[in-house]
């Protein structure tokens, strides 16, 4: 990078760090793209003059609002909820629905922000969005968890619709959360539409939508060692999580052949050097409960070790699969895995890697593909599924899986084409922010200043 486009990037950086102070998460992803994007931005005299890169490091709009709710004892409780709609240039905003202790208003933005470019990926014509709270599932009644995604909605259905915003599930949401929102949101509004996605298969939900971040991950990863002649039959995969990203795809990657040594939880690894069987982890699929009890009962059918509080990142592999949360892997974890020669490391989660542990992947030729390209499985077939809604239909499994198949193999060409080819080294990073930014930035363009 030239000097003077070194000092521009670093002005525009702190110029987003000023304005979103004690937000590291979301200054962590809009300087990730920065970084990628800003050499090609400098260059585009039109993008610059309009000023589309600022305008993108700011939300179109952000919604806050108090979710209350009585718990089993007739307590009150008072938690918060948000909806972050990034960018609707491209179209509806779209993007999941987190409840999580950890959740705040920095997370909601990153993701949001990381939404919007993930979303143009696909090729679908989505834009980005992200919501959710900081109530925490874990330990509350079923009719708890009713109850909470009924006042959530209280306020959330003002702002959401199939032409405005249209939320799914991600952490802690699953099809069960995404019943009770949608049904909630159906009788506030009278109307039956496809304002959400990843509903069940009865009420308007598609075949694939809860296999497709997880599968897709896999079609991509095929990709990427494809791209080297190589095959995934026969190799180790260590997978962080244990809910729906990381158990999809694990059940695709051992269908295919390859050797799954890890799971995880917040609470630990399972770890099985043989591989954890395919029946195992179809049936955790279908087993309800805290994912660390999930993890015991493959323990205790099928044996392994569980390595209580550690990651699975010390384990020998040959790709690692961070599903689970952002920054999960830090410069300890990516050394270990360089160490143990892992090649491949591929994003079920959305930013799962600190910006250190990026580095030290490049520096040490471990190709890494980013979330934001490697995990758009997911709402692709979200895409598909307000697509089946808008027109009163429903695609069949086959022809889905084909499709979602076709997006990944497009995502992973369109890296390709920006990678760039530094002493044969393909950057996904590099590649996937450049093809993203192009397609936002000129929507944004397009549709004049506002
Ligand atoms: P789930 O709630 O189904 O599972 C999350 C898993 O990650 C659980 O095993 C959980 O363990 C673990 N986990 C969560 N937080 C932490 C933490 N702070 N430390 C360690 N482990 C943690 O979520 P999903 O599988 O849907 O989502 C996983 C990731 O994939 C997220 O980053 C999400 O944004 C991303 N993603 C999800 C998509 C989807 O379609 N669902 C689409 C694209 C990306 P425990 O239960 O013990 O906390």
Redesign the pocket.
């Known amino acids: 990078m030239s000097d003077n486009n070194a000092t521009g990037l670093r002005d525009f950086i702190d110029w987003v760090q000023q304005r979103n102070p004690h937000e590291p998460e979301f200054n962590q992803a809009v300087r990730e793209l920065a970084s990628d994007i800003y050499p090609m931005y400098t260059e585009h005299q039109g993008w610059r003059a309009a000023k589309v890169l600022e305008r993108l490091s700011e939300a179109d709009r952000i919604i806050t609002f108090r979710v209350c709710w009585e718990d089993d004892h007739g307590e009150v409780q008072v938690n918060r909820g948000w909806r972050v709609q990034h960018c609707g240039a491209i179209g509806p905003y779209k993007g999941?629905v987190?409840f999580?202790r950890?959740v705040t208003v920095s997370v909601l933005k990153f993701?949001a922000f990381e939404q919007t470019f993930?979303n143009a990926l696909t090729g679908l014509p989505i834009g980005g969005g992200k919501g959710g709270s900081d109530f925490d599932p874990?330990g509350r009644s079923e009719r708890e968890i009713m109850r909470f995604c009924q006042a959530f909605m209280d306020e959330l259905y003002r702002h959401i619709g199939e032409n405005t915003d249209v939320p799914?599930?991600?952490?802690?949401?699953?099809r069960r959360e995404i019943g009770y929102l949608f049904g909630h949101y159906r009788r506030l509004v009278n109307t039956f539409s496809g304002a959400l996605t990843?509903k069940d298969i009865e009420f308007g939900g598609s075949h694939v939508?809860?296999e497709?971040?997880?599968y897709g991950l896999i079609y991509f990863l095929r990709c990427m060692l494809a791209q080297r002649e190589q095959e995934l039959d026969g190799l180790s995969i260590a997978i962080?999580?244990?809910?729906?990203?990381?158990?999809h795809a694990a059940q695709k990657a051992t269908h295919l052949g390859a050797k799954v040594v890890t799971?995880?939880?917040?609470?630990g690894t399972l770890f099985s050097k043989q591989g954890i069987p395919c029946e195992a982890i179809d049936r955790a699929i279908e087993q309800s409960g805290?994912?660390?009890d999930?993890?015991k009962t493959i323990q205790s059918d099928c044996g392994g070790d569980w390595l209580k509080d550690e990651?699975p990142w010390g384990q020998r592999c040959d790709v690692a699969l961070p599903?689970?949360?952002?920054n999960?892997i830090d410069a300890d974890d990516a050394q270990a895995l360089a160490d143990s020669h892992c090649q491949i490391v591929a994003e079920?989660?959305?930013?799962?890697c600190t910006e250190d542990a990026t580095r030290l992947f490049k520096e040490n030729k471990i190709l890494h593909a980013p979330?934001k390209a490697s995990?758009?499985?997911?709402?692709a077939?979200?895409g598909l599924e307000m697509a089946q809604n808008a027109s009163f239909s429903r695609w069949d499994q086959e022809q889905l899986n084909d499709k979602l198949l076709e997006i990944m193999q497009d995502i992973h060409a369109q890296c390709i084409q920006h990678a760039g080819d530094e002493d044969s080294y393909k950057d996904y990073h590099r590649g996937a922010n450049i093809a993203a930014f192009q397609r936002v930035a000129n929507a944004v363009m397009a549709q004049g200043v506002g």
């Open positions: 999941g987190r999580h950890t993701l993930k874990s799914a599930g991600d952490i802690n949401v699953g990843g939508r809860m497709a971040t997880g962080s999580g244990a809910g729906n990203v990381a158990l799971l995880s939880s917040s609470q805290s994912t660390t999930v993890l990651k599903c689970a949360t952002q999960e079920g989660a959305n930013m799962p979330g995990n758009a499985g997911g709402v077939l979200s």
